[in-house]
């Protein structure tokens, strides 16, 4: 018997090689039509993938843009948020969450997540609220819906928006209706990696509001609602041709590899030992598959040593990352957020995760927690 590649693992965290194969001819195909148009930024493609999107998430409108990163800075933006102002948001997300209310020059707001879901804690939002507040950016992590009728109720007394932070969440639903369709604005990402992925950067903001819709579409052309007529300082955030071929060849599959997902979940959770895992939500589309455990370096060596790639969502929170408190922001203490990025665990979990990879990595998860004390000393402290 060969030995297996030890450069190449044997289950991979994300399999977009996989993914590619099951649609390959369809994307050759997207991408020599946009070659073949020479038509490369904000073309037909965008108009259409747009109208699609739109629709996939229940809303009017959808404003391509060639990051989520973008996208979130735009939202922000559309809705008059700059200097002076206040967003309230979690610690416990990507840093582009922060990132882009700090561009915009306003001051996030961080509160504590709930232990259960990690999602925002909506008991804490009322405390955070001030007359400088403009708006909530709630983060669906991975892949779960924040539990958005508190918030938006919360949101419609104070008079602030909603701008749901979707990076995570493509196809996920909350209480049936769809991730994007439940704030005033939503974000998407379609890094590559993300449940709707690109050929590289992208993203979308998503709106029912007509008037936030064109302006996001000026600000992100440069402010400029006529070209070479700039009304306002805006930004190269255009989503290009190819990438909007290759969602638009994507998106009538999300479904069925968020279905996939969504089983691969449900075995893990059946057959998973030793480690904890989070509630069951069926709107999930599981972007993520996270556990628990005090002794996360020690398990995730093990898997990395039986070929199992993992990863760690995140292990440093947005509060105690060097940019955040080189922007002059006080530290703070935020425990919920802290204990989960010190015990969290992703395990593998894309559209072409089969049964037996899953019960693969169950079994390494078991083998970790019968080993000898200081074999799991050794595994943690290495
Ligand atoms: C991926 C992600 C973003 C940023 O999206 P990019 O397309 O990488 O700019 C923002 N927020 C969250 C929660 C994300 O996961």
Request: charged residues 25%; glycine residues 8%.
């Amino acid at each position: 018997m060969s030995r297996r590649d030890e450069r190449q693992p044997l289950i991979k965290f994300v399999d977009l090689q996989g993914q590619h194969d099951e649609i390959r001819a369809e994307i050759d195909a997207a991408v020599s039509a946009v070659i073949d148009s020479g038509q490369f930024v904000l073309g037909p493609e965008v108009q259409a993938f747009e109208r699609e999107f739109a629709e996939a998430c229940g809303t009017k409108h959808a404003v391509g843009t060639d990051s989520g990163t973008s996208a979130l800075r735009l939202a922000l933006r559309s809705l008059g948020i700059g200097q002076g102002h206040e967003v309230i948001t979690v610690s416990l997300t990507f840093w582009a969450t922060t990132a882009a209310i700090l561009e915009v020059g306003a001051v996030p707001v961080l509160v504590d997540v709930d232990s259960e879901t990690c999602n925002i804690d909506v008991s804490m939002i009322e405390a955070a609220i001030t007359p400088r507040t403009k708006a909530i950016v709630p983060v669906h992590l991975y892949g779960r819906c924040a539990d958005m009728d508190p918030i938006l109720e919360i949101a419609e007394r104070y008079g602030i928006h909603v701008v749901e932070d979707a990076a995570q969440a493509a196809g996920s639903t909350y209480k049936g209706r769809p991730a994007g369709s439940l704030g005033h604005m939503a974000c998407f990402s379609f890094y590559p990696a993300k449940n709707l992925g690109a050929l590289g950067d992208a993203g979308a903001v998503v709106t029912d509001d007509a008037a936030f819709a064109e302006r996001l579409r000026v600000l992100r052309d440069h402010g400029a609602p006529k070209k070479y007529t700039h009304e306002t300082l805006g930004y190269n955030s255009r989503l290009d041709e190819i990438q909007a071929a290759v969602l638009r060849v994507k998106l009538p599959y999300l479904k069925q590899w968020n279905e996939r997902r969504r089983s691969a979940a449900r075995l893990y959770r059946q057959i998973v030992e030793g480690v904890d895992v989070f509630p069951e939500d069926d709107g999930q589309n599981y972007h993520l598959f996270p556990v628990l455990s005090p002794a996360r370096d020690g398990i995730r060596r093990h898997l990395s040593q039986a070929g199992i790639e993992t990863g760690i969502h995140y292990p440093i929170p947005v509060h105690l990352q060097p940019a955040y408190l080189h922007a002059g922001l006080a530290p703070m203490e935020l425990p919920h957020t802290e204990q989960i990025c010190a015990r969290t665990l992703s395990l593998p979990m894309h559209s072409q995760l089969s049964e037996w990879h899953v019960k693969l990595v169950a079994d390494a998860i078991r083998e970790y927690s019968e080993l000898p004390k200081a074999a799991r000393e050794s595994l943690s402290s290495a």
